[in-house]
Antibody, heavy 121, light 108 residues
């Protein structure tokens, strides 16, 4: 069965960077993209970007693209997101999800369990 | 950027009743790539509906989606106690992908 398993919670100081992993199993990573969504405490869902595991194409939410990086490692079926220059308003649960690109897309059909990133001095 | 407005903000209903949730887009959604998600406290969102009206794998048939262009609806025909949660619509037809602000479905 399809599973996305994320790395554990992180506590970071303002200005630091955080890297979250998302290990995929039960499907061929390169047939899909991985997308990242975050949710601040008590707030709604915010799309951050996606990366094609097939060819590395990316799309970013404009407000994050200067300090947000996504990568994939097909040898370990793992996707990564890194957010730099952390601020207190980056405190959120970060989710990865699977996304099929193109006209047959079925939206974000499988999600990781989420990773809490807390930014605090 | 396509802005999605969900209504109502909160919906109070009893088990067994019918729920109708609305999602209105600021412009037409490409290919009707509109999805609905359910989120319960402490859990990741779960995909219910994609392409406006296609049920995701394992989703009960009491959930249905309809609409096209800019106006979309999620209907839950008979509410089960496990259906009380927050529901989000999302458009994934153009970049940036955007979500609505959510509708909280609570027990009356």
């Amino acid at each position: 069965q399809v599973q996305l398993v994320q790395s554990g919670a992180e506590v970071k100081k303002p200005g630091a960077s955080v890297k979250v992993s998302c290990k995929a199993s039960g499907y061929t990573l390169t047939s899909y993209a991985i997308t990242w969504v975050r949710q601040a405490p008590g707030q709604g869902l915010e799309w951050m970007g996606w990366i094609s595991a097939h060819n590395g194409d990316t799309r970013f939410a404009q407000q994050l693209q200067d300090r947000f990086t996504m990568t994939t490692d097909t040898s370990t079926s793992t996707a990564y997101m890194q957010l730099r220059s952390l601020r207190s308003d980056d405190t959120a649960v970060y989710y990865c999800a699977r996304l099929r690109l193109g006209v047959l897309s079925s939206a974000f059909d499988y999600w990781g369990q989420g990773t809490l990133v807390t930014v605090s001095s | 950027e396509i802005v999605l407005a969900q209504s109502p903000g909160t919906l109070s209903l009893s088990p067994g009743e019918r729920a109708t949730l609305s999602c209105r887009a600021s412009q037409s959604i490409n290919l009707n790539f509109l999805a609905w998600y359910q989120q319960k406290p402490g859990q990741a969102p779960r995909l219910l509906i994609y392409h406006a009206s296609s049920r995701a794998t394992g989703i009960p048939d009491r959930f249905s989606g309809s609409g096209s262009g800019t106006d979309f609806t999620l209907t839950i025909s008979r509410l089960d106690p496990e259906d009380f949660a927050v529901y989000y619509c999302q458009q994934y037809g153009s970049s940036p992908i955007t979500f609505g602000q959510g509708t909280r479905l609570e027990i009356k």
